[in-house]
């Protein structure tokens, strides 16, 4: 594998986990898999240096990964979004980058210094003060399994505003996530039967399970992650 990961769990109410990453060897593809939350990355090139912020992917893609890069992401808690720039516009692909300059990047209608692995929670908790990212408490309470008011027409409305996605988009997403830790045990994944859990995982991560179990592919980082509890 040409990619090393490291990564840690967040306290902070806007951030679920940051991690990062180098390529070496001579880079090369690797699956990168469907996606529920927003990330802002920070991407460093032997000559190039700047700062991304991806929205949710619905379906996995082959992605070409550069040699001698290190990459560094904040993955935003379900129910965190932009309250001036809809989500949607930023799905599949359709990601936001970001001008740099020195250690610094322009986002969001001013310059912010560059943030680092150890610093991520201070630099969001900045982005809340100044109103840039904002928290949707119903997402929030869906995810982590909080009884909540809200119809399901509501509950909809709510998802489709932070994530771009259906509630039941976002779901399936972090069902196949889950399911790849455990792919012998597809009732607790949720799944109907083998076939369900095929189809899914081959269009949501974009292997099948007996691919994933052979371990010869590189996946991206989020494919393994356990989402964290919502605050």
């Known amino acids: 594998m040409f990619l090393a990961f490291e990564d840690r769990l967040s306290d902070s109410p806007f951030v679920e986990r940051v991690w990062r990453c180098h ?33 949710p992917v619905t379906k996995a893609a082959m992605v070409e990964c550069p040699p001698d890069g290190e990459w560094l992401a904040i993955r935003f808690r379900p129910g965190i979004f932009l309250p001036q720039l809809p989500t949607a516009l930023l799905l599949n692909h359709n990601d936001l980058n970001c001008p740099t300059s020195g250690d610094r990047f322009w986002f969001a209608g001013q310059m912010w210094e560059i943030p680092r692995f150890e610093n991520a929670e201070a630099f969001v908790a900045h982005l809340a003060r100044c109103g840039i ?32 996605m259906t509630h039941g988009q976002f779901r399936q997403i972090e069902r196949a996530r889950q399911a790849v830790d455990f792919l012998d045990v597809v009732d607790a994944a949720g799944y109907f039967d083998q076939a369900h859990l095929t189809r899914s995982l081959k269009h949501l991560i974009g292997l099948t399970p007996a691919r994933l179990s052979r371990g010869d592919d590189q996946l991206s980082f989020s494919y393994k992650t356990t989402p964290a509890a919502i605050r």
């Open 133 to 164: 990212i904002a928290r949707d408490g119903a997402v929030s309470a869906v995810v982590s399994g909080d009884p909540q008011p809200l119809t399901a027409r509501s509950v909809q409305r709510h998802f489709l505003r932070t994530t771009g």
């Open 23 to 55: 390529s070496h060897g001579g880079g090369g593809a690797f699956y990168s898999m469907a996606e529920g939350n927003l990330e802002l990355v920070v991407t460093r090139l032997p000559s190039w240096v700047f700062v991304t912020l991806r929205g």
